[in-house]
Structure formats: structure tokens, C-alpha cells
């Protein structure tokens, strides 16, 4: 393990370029192959995640490559989600009861196209686009490529391989494929699938609803959502079942059909997609799945990283924050000065794979909460009292979306269970009619909830850490 070695990256998407350009900070040779045109050039948006929300676990890692400042100035901060009800009805429930708590509407390529400018500031960085890796030769860190433009087949080989190349990564079917180890993997999808559409700007190029948040129409089996853009569009993502319920992807295949489904459930947001008749039928329909698998690395030769080892869907909007976490906590592992990569691979595994198991099982409860919770008296009660809590208490409570989203210093492991636990307390508190809200609590009433939400907190954890949970 030295600087001399021949470090291979594939994939140049959001965690590889990070990870590229980290680790050519500290001086590492680095060769970074991407499948797709380089999407500074090219628009390769193609209907898919254009826009993501970035939060302080992402801009923990950005501000470790010095690129914090440059992420946040093609940002939009959003405090919190604004709910639309069928009859057009609309509430806001802001993300956090402290000042200063949001997160940020990015687009996806700006990002990706600032991190790729970095890294190939660093003269150990090559990049290497329209090269599609077909598969990884494990044993001899040797990955076989294909050229798009010429279909010439080559390879390239390393002393070092990582796979940062998503969902579909070819080392991780690699290590599936070549059965050199005992390799455990799943790949479990929702039921439901996603379509992008757009609300544009207005004649003057503005927002056409409130830029200052991330809107939602849950509507039970399914829901819209909608980000903001820099050039005063929105990106509007329809979240519904292939195949269950009176509408579904299968039965939405006539502008009649589709109208129809529109005008029934989200008839304000239909108002604002003029084109949707052309969105819908062009735009693809997306999968949403989770991939979990182990071990990450094969000897002192490979390791997957980000989606590649951990794709999640992306009801938490962390799947992006959770990949940059990754290069932050490799990055940590380096500082230890292990003595080989093997060593390395190891104790990053060991850091981090709770972690990721705990942000994908996160991800998949606040699917359910964003569909049929955000609208339900109880959990409005619930949000009221943590909302009231983080203000007067802002040191001392933390909701559950808080401990996840901004606090980079605990663990979503950690994050998970105290969440879990705290959001069981409180729902039962209330339940029992053991906490009481109203407009104006004194400070004194807020104490005596705290105090309750804690100590039931605790009961929980315990008895949770009894039981092995």
C-alpha cells in the first residue's frame, strides 16, 4: 500500500468522482472509467434523479475535499415539506424546530460536473468516459472494458480496484459471478415505481409555488413530490405501483387514462405540467430497490462502495449523503496508517456496513411515512410537540428525521435505534393521553413532556437492547 500504486475507480458518477478526488488529494494515481458520455458535454439526464436533497452528512465529506462552498452555491435550501390535499388544501411542517436546519435542493449533473472539473485539476487523475466495464477478473484486479464509440473491447489492469458503480455494479456481480468467496447479496424492490415530470418557471422565469420547500401530495398507496431548480422549474416525481390499485404504471397508457388520474388526484399540480401528455409517455418508469450484500472487498484487491454496496430508495433522501459518508469514513480508516489495503478494506467494512443496513431500513419507513403518515392527525400532534421541543430545547431533542439528517456525528445506526425508540415513546404518551398540546405551551409544560419522551426513551432502549433489537 503506497502511493505508487495503480489505483482503478469505476464508475465516475457522485461517489466516484468524491472518491477520486480525495484520494488524488492525497496523492494516490488514480484511472476513473465511466460507462456514459461525460455528462458535462452531454445531456444524459434522460428523465432520471436530476435533482437530489443534499444534507450535512453530504456536506461533511464535500467540506473535507474543500467543495462545500462550491456544492451550496448551485443549492436551494428547503426548510421543511409543504403537503397538498386533494381539494387543494395545503399545510407546511418544517423540517426542524431549530434555526438553521435545511436541506438542499441540487441538481444531480451540476454536482457531478463540479466534482469531475476538481478532480481533474490533479494530474494523478485520468478520466475515461463512454467505457462500459462488462466484468472484473477479482483475482488478478484486471477489469474488462467496451468502448461505446468504437465497440473495441480492452482492459485495464490495476493494482487496486473500487466499485463505485451504482445499483448494477459490474465488480459486485463479479463477485458473484466468479465465486472466489462466500459473497452474500439481496436486491429487494418496492412494488412501486417513479416517473419524472417538471413544473417549469413562470413567464419570468420564477417559481411557480414556494422554492423554500419540498412539496408533497401523499395520497396513501402512492404520492407526487416536487424540488426545486435553480432555473425556477421543478422536478415532479410520481411515486405509484406497477401493477396494485385503480391507478398504476401498467393501466396509465392513454392521455385519457392519464388525465384522468391527475385531475382525481393531483389536480392543483396538474394545472402547473403542461406537458405532461409528452413527460409521461417519454420519461422512463424507475425502479426502486435495496441492495445489501457482504463482504465488500475480495482479498487486498477490490472494494465496492456507495450504491455499489448499498443502494437504498430515496424516501430519506440519503442515498447520495450515505455514498459521500462512505468516502468520509474511508478517508477516517486512511488516517489510521494501516499497513495494507486489506487492512484498510476490513476496518472500513467494519465502520460503516451497520450503518448503511440501518439508512436502507430508515428509507424504506419513511416511505410509508411520506405516503400515509405526514397527513394523519396523530402524527401532525406528534410533529407539533418535537417541533416545539427542538426550539425550546435545541440542545436536548433531536427528532428522529433530525438524528438522521443534521447530526453528521452520529451514526445512522445509532440514529436509528434512539429514533425508533423515542418516536414509540411519544406516540404512546400521546395515545395514553399522557401529553397535552396546545397553541401556546409554557416552557415548563415542554419540560415535563421532555422529561416523559426521555425516560419512556430509555425504557425502550433498554428493553429493546434486552431483547437484541
Excluded at 102 to 122: M, P, Q, T, V
Aim: net charge negative.
Amino acid at each position: 500500500m503506497n502511493k505508487q500504486d495503480k489505483i482503478l475507480i469505476i464508475g465516475a458518477g457522485l461517489c466516484g468522482s468524491l472518491l477520486a478526488l480525495r484520494l488524488a488529494q492525497r496523492g494516490y494515481k488514480i484511472e476513473l472509467y465511466e460507462s456514459r458520455p461525460d455528462l458535462r458535454k452531454v445531456d444524459i439526464s434522460a428523465g432520471r434523479s436530476i435533482n437530489l436533497a443534499l444534507s450535512d452528512r453530504g456536506l461533511k465529506a464535500l467540506r473535507l475535499c474543500g467543495m462545500e462552498k462550491k456544492a451550496k452555491e448551485i443549492s436551494i435550501p428547503m426548510y421543511g415539506r409543504f403537503m397538498h390535499d386533494k381539494e387543494g388544501n395545503t399545510f407546511e411542517s418544517n423540517y426542524s424546530g431549530r434555526e438553521g436546519e435545511y436541506i438542499n435542493s441540487i441538481s444531480r449533473g451540476d454536482l457531478n460536473a463540479i466534482l469531475l472539473d476538481e478532480a481533474e485539476k490533479h494530474e494523478n487523475v485520468n478520466i475515461h468516459f463512454n467505457s462500459s466495464c462488462e466484468n472484473v477478473d477479482i483475482e488478478n484486479t484486471i477489469a474488462h472494458f467496451k468502448d461505446y464509440k468504437s465497440k473495441r473491447k480492452f482492459f485495464v489492469k490495476a493494482d487496486v480496484i473500487f466499485g463505485a458503480d451504482g445499483a448494477g455494479s459490474a465488480l459486485r456481480k463479479s463477485y458473484i459471478s466468479e465465486r472466489k468467496f462466500l459473497f452474500s447479496y439481496s436486491q429487494n424492490y418496492l412494488n412501486h415505481g417513479y416517473k419524472e415530470l417538471e413544473i417549469p418557471a413562470d413567464n419570468s422565469g420564477n417559481h411557480q409555488i414556494s422554492k423554500s420547500h419540498l412539496h408533497i401530495w401523499p395520497r396513501g398507496d402512492f404520492m407526487l413530490i416536487a424540488l426545486p431548480n435553480l432555473d425556477g422549474s421543478f422536478t415532479v416525481t410520481l411515486f405509484l405501483s406497477y401493477n396494485e390499485g385503480e391507478y398504476n404504471f401498467e393501466n396509465l397508457t392513454t392521455t385519457e387514462k392519464i388525465n384522468e388520474f391527475f385531475e382525481k388526484e393531483f389536480p392543483d399540480a396538474l394545472a402547473l405540467i403542461p406537458n405532461i401528455k409528452k413527460e409521461f409517455s417519454q420519461n422512463p418508469t424507475g425502479a426502486l430497490g435495496t441492495v445489501k450484500c457482504s463482504p465488500w472487498s475480495y482479498l487486498n484487491k477490490t472494494l465496492l462502495i456507495g450504491d455499489a454496496a448499498h443502494a437504498i430508495v430515496p424516501f430519506y433522501g440519503q442515498g447520495m449523503n450515505a455514498s459521500f459518508e462512505d468516502v468520509f469514513v474511508f478517508d477516517e480508516i486512511l488516517n489510521q496508517e494501516l499497513s495494507d489495503w486489506k487492512s484498510v478494506f476490513k476496518a472500513y467494512e467494519k465502520a460503516r456496513k451497520k450503518d448503511t443496513d440501518a439508512i436502507a431500513d430508515l428509507a424504506i419507513d419513511n416511505f410509508y411515512e411520506m405516503r400515509d403518515h405526514v397527513a394523519n392527525p396523530l402524527f401532525k400532534e406528534k410533529r407539533k410537540i418535537e417541533m416545539d421541543l427542538e426550539k425550546t430545547f435545541p440542545n436536548q431533542y433531536f427528532s428522529k428525521y433530525s438524528l438522521v439528517t443534521f447530526n453528521e456525528n452520529i451514526v445512522y445506526n445509532e440514529a436509528m435505534k434512539r429514533g425508533r425508540a423515542q418516536d414509540k415513546a411519544l406516540l404512546n404518551l400521546i395515545v395514553d393521553d399522557e401529553v397535552h398540546t396546545h397553541l401556546n405551551m409554557t416552557k415548563e409544560e415542554l419540560r415535563s413532556i421532555l422529561d416523559k419522551v426521555i425516560h419512556e426513551t430509555d425504557k425502550i432502549l433498554q428493553e429493546d437492547k434486552i431483547a437484541g433489537l
